[in-house]
């Protein structure tokens, strides 16, 4: 049997939450897997840290100047907000295994949605969970059946895997969900966030027994000997409360004489439109916008207390690969700040993930499998974007975006 790549995706795992498992459950499923392999513990996720341009980054080993994806930006010539959605220009790494002549299968991982899987084509499955609402145990359930050859449904076809597919992506998303805070299955919306990160590590320690589940059954069947598995997520998350900054800051921005506005609210004298997401403001100032201008709203960024880093254009493009279309400035507010659209009800709190905060940019991540010695740890600082193309290159000899490696 040839070489296989699982990969699982926990949207959402802040390595903070691995930590809390550490002293709270020593001895609990998710430490006991962490043992079984090679742990990331410096591993960083990116510009920005939001979901769909992050899951798209990972596949892809590329950022948002190659994957078009940073969620969206303003379009200061059409005027308007353009949201990236799914957007996935680079070449992933399910295109690459079929590129390779190999087969591969989507199990919930939506990126991958008719790009390439496909519901109903076995060479390259796209595979939903019969249930409306599907958890982490559904579709790790779908991922059990699959290892043991038992009848698999995608579209209107039903598959047996007497090989398991060459590479094979899960896509969990509980975690994510009871971190932002949301109502979610047994789970009310929590006034505290201590509340909701001990619903976090229940569930975590859920996830982690069922995984050791898994494990169990590629050793049972011998598919362990070949198989890398790839574990890690896209961003972690960050807890905020109260007042909105937005408000503030474009009141110092107009006070400052940078005529500042929301993308709605935008007029002829508009210099500089602000743009939020949930903690992250982006500015996008006018293609005339001059260096003078420019000096004014970084003092303005500077004096904000609350605003912990801002970022410029140049280094967005130069340290993280940000698409030109991205903003001028991106400010992140310092931890428990937010620029949301609108303030926090003083009875609760709420969560995300797009800031440069610790909380969201530690993330969880791990490979086991053949190769990978147990109990191990990887300490050096890494990004997440460089898992797949390193893992695919090893272990694989495939080479995920060539055109970009060459550069
Ligand atoms: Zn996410």
Redesign the pocket.
């Known amino acids: 049997m040839e070489n296989k790549l699982l990969y699982i995706n926990i ?2 795992f802040s390595y903070s939450y691995l930590e809390q498992l550490r002293c709270q459950f020593p001895d609990g499923p998710f430490l006991k897997l962490t043992q079984k392999g090679k742990l990331y513990t410096n591993l960083r996720s990116g510009l920005v840290s939001i ?1 769909n341009p ?2 798209s980054a990972i596949l892809c080993g590329a950022w948002s100047n190659q994957t078009h994806n940073f969620y969206q930006h303003y379009d200061w010539e059409g005027a308007c907000v353009v949201k990236h959605r799914r957007t996935c220009d680079a070449e992933n790494i399910a295109q690459l295994f079929l590129r390779e002549g190999k087969t591969v299968a989507s199990i919930h991982q939506f990126m991958l949605e008719n790009n390439p899987c496909i519901e109903g084509d076995r060479v390259r499955a796209y595979i939903k969970c019969p249930q409306e609402k599907s958890n982490a145990f559904h579709r790790l359930a779908v991922l059990k059946d699959m290892i043991l050859c038992k009848p698999v449904v995608s579209g209107d076809q039903t598959f047996i895997y007497e090989q398991f597919p060459d590479f094979v992506a899960v896509y969990i998303d509980d975690i ?1 969900s009871l971190g932002h805070n949301n109502d979610y299955e047994k789970y009310p919306r929590r006034r505290e966030f201590s509340q909701r990160q001990q619903d976090i590590l229940e569930r975590l320690n859920l996830i982690g027994q069922e995984l050791l589940g898994i494990l169990q059954c590629c050793e049972d069947t011998g598919l362990y000997e070949k198989l890398t598995i790839l574990i890690t997520t ?2 972690g998350m960050t807890p905020f409360w109260g007042q909105s900054r937005l408000p503030d800051i474009i009141r110092r921005l107009n006070q400052a004489g940078i005529a500042t506005s929301l993308p709605e609210e935008r007029t002829a004298h508009t210099r500089v439109v602000a743009l939020p997401c949930a903690i992250e403001l982006s500015l996008y100032c006018a293609p005339d916008i001059t260096a003078a201008e420019k000096e004014i709203i970084e003092k303005v960024c500077r004096e904000a207390s609350y605003i912990e880093r801002y970022f410029k254009k140049p280094e967005m493009q130069r340290e993280y690969g940000f698409d030109p279309r991205g903003p001028e400035f991106l400010l992140s507010p310092e931890y428990g700040m937010h620029f949301y659209h609108r303030d926090i009800p003083e009875d609760t709190y709420a969560a995300s ?1 797009d800031s440069f905060d610790e909380t969201s940019q530690h993330i969880f991540g791990m490979t086991l499998g053949c190769g990978v010695p147990a109990d191990t740890v990887w300490e050096k600082k890494t990004a997440v974007v460089d898992l797949l193309p390193k893992i695919t290159k090893e272990r694989f000899g495939f080479i995920l975006n060539p055109e970009r490696q060459q550069k």
């Open positions: 949207d959402g979901t992050m899951q994510d896209d961003h993930h």
